[in-house]
């Protein structure tokens, strides 16, 4: 009898370049390793079901639509692996929070694809659990970058380009950041703010791929301080890039009042992460020693959880 696999993925933040990035302009994202989607692959007597737990779901993969996400990523990974539906359970946990835009759809995928693969004796690279995710993340919002899935499937800090290979980043660097995550606890699903900013920019493309090139410049400038450890031009870029993000129309009041709470509080620089709308937002302390007091006041402020980079 085989034993229960176990595999797992991160979740994840934008800290820069969010929605220009699906109009070719670069971003820079971060793994969260310690918010994790864990996938476990057990034999069974009955054919392939999957088990979510967590939001009370049983999914049964015979008859599941072909849209089903969990369906298609179990689906997508046995075509690619070029294996017939074996008889096992997959159950899914994650203490990532789900529409809080920390990646939890990519991380599930990858995890499922990771466990899956392992379950059946072979292994798959970081890139192809990452376009087996893409392929899932289509669904969550027509045009995804993919910078989601490329972050979680590498688990290292991305400088990303749509449709390009992904720059890694150096994670020494990364792990000095003195970042603090905020969950506002209002889930937009991505395609929602997404979906506008496709709007707009078929109303006025002028205007907003001019927005898309400020964010841009910003984003080169984040790269450069995160390199050089430069905390206030960084804090300064990411300021730059959430009232950008604000041009767009994919802020709301309650990620503008934690980002206004955490610039009162001594951040050097707070915006919204990801698609916005609700969903998380960041603050950058001036010190790691800083970063408690920091998560403190985005508390009082209204945050409903607070996370550390
Ligand atoms: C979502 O994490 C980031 C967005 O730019 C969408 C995407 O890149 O697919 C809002």
Redesign the pocket.
């Known amino acids: 009898m085989k034993e229960v696999v176990e595999r797992s993925a991160c979740g994840?933040v934008?800290l820069c370049?969010?929605?220009?990035?699906?109009y070719g302009r670069p971003?820079i994202?971060l793994p969260l390793p310690s918010l994790r989607a864990r996938a476990y692959v057990e034999p069974s007597e009955s054919p392939l079901h999957i088990v979510a737990p967590d939001v009370g779901r049983v999914i049964a993969l015979e008859t599941a639509p072909a849209d089903e996400p969990l369906a298609r990523i179990v689906r997508l990974t046995l075509e690619h692996l070029g294996q017939a539906t074996p008889r096992a359970t997959i159950t899914i946990r994650s203490d990532i929070p789900i529409g809080a835009?920390l990646?939890s759809g990519a991380a599930v995928s990858i995890a499922i694809a990771r466990a899956l693969a392992a379950f059946l004796g072979r292994s798959l690279s970081a890139e192809e659990v990452s376009a087996l995710a893409f392929e899932v993340?289509k669904l969550y919002?027509g045009?995804?970058?993919?910078?989601?899935n490329t972050v979680i499937a590498y688990e290292r800090p991305v400088w990303f380009v749509r449709g390009e290979p992904p720059t890694l980043l150096n994670a020494e660097a990364v792990r000095a950041l003195p970042l603090v995550i905020a969950d506002t606890g209002v889930y937009t699903p991505?395609r929602i703010?997404?979906g506008a900013v496709r709007a707009g920019w078929e109303r006025d493309r002028a205007r907003y791929e001019a927005v898309f090139d400020a964010i841009a410049e910003h984003v080169h400038r984040a790269r450069a301080a995160l390199v050089a450890q430069d905390w206030e031009t960084l804090g300064a870029a990411m300021n730059a890039n959430h009232a950008l993000l604000q041009v767009l129309g994919v802020s709301s009041p309650e990620l503008d009042t934690l980002c206004e709470a955490a610039r009162a509080a001594g951040a050097l620089g707070a915006k919204m992460s990801?698609?916005?709308r609700g969903g998380n937002m960041i603050a950058l302390a001036p010190s790691r020693e800083a970063t408690s007091a920091l998560a403190e006041a985005l508390r009082r402020a209204g945050a409903k959880r607070v996370f550390y980079a």
């Not at 370049?17 to 699906?22: I, K």
């Not at 045009?143 to 989601?148: I, Q």
């Open positions: 994840k934008i370049g969010e929605h220009a990035v699906v971003a994202a835009n990646g993340e919002h045009s995804p970058s993919g910078v989601d991505t703010p997404v990801g698609g916005g």
